[in-house]
């Protein structure tokens, strides 16, 4: 069974850090990009990073630009999130997702493996 497997949410205070792993499970995902989303209360699911496997990277602008870092480890076949100075309005459900392809993809609907979600509480 093909599965991303996340791990390393949970609650923090505001302006702390907390790092989110996805790992690949069944099949390997080192020749896909991989994406971290979010999804909060009432809101659509936005994209945060994504990263393909020779390492070309974009963190999306907006209120994650500087906070948020993502990261790759192709000997694990695992994507991190790095999350600094977190604040209240970062709580979310958290997500990975792969796709299989070459160039960076933006929309939620271009992914096709997801992770089963990770709760981010960020307490003022």
């Known amino acids: 069974q093909v599965q991303l497997v996340e791990s390393g949410g949970g609650l923090v205070q505001a302006g702390g850090s907390l790092r989110l792993s996805c790992a690949a499970s069944?099949?390997?995902?080192?020749?896909?990009?991989m994406g971290w989303f979010r999804q909060a209360p009432g809101k659509e699911r936005e994209i945060l990073a994504a990263?393909?496997?020779?390492?070309?990277?974009?963190n999306f602008a907006g209120a994650f630009k500087g906070r948020f870092t993502i990261s790759r480890d192709m000997a694990k076949d695992t994507v991190y999130l790095q999350m600094n100075s977190l604040k209240p309005e970062d709580t979310a459900v958290y997500y990975c997702?792969?796709?299989?392809?070459?160039?960076?993809?933006?929309?939620?609907?271009?992914?096709?493996?997801w992770g089963q979600g990770n709760q981010v509480t960020v307490s003022s």
């Open positions: 997702a792969a796709v299989d392809s070459f160039v960076i993809r933006t929309s939620s609907s271009a992914y096709d493996y």
């Open positions: 069944g099949r390997t995902f080192r020749r896909s990009v």
């Open positions: 990263v393909n496997w020779i390492g070309a990277n974009t």
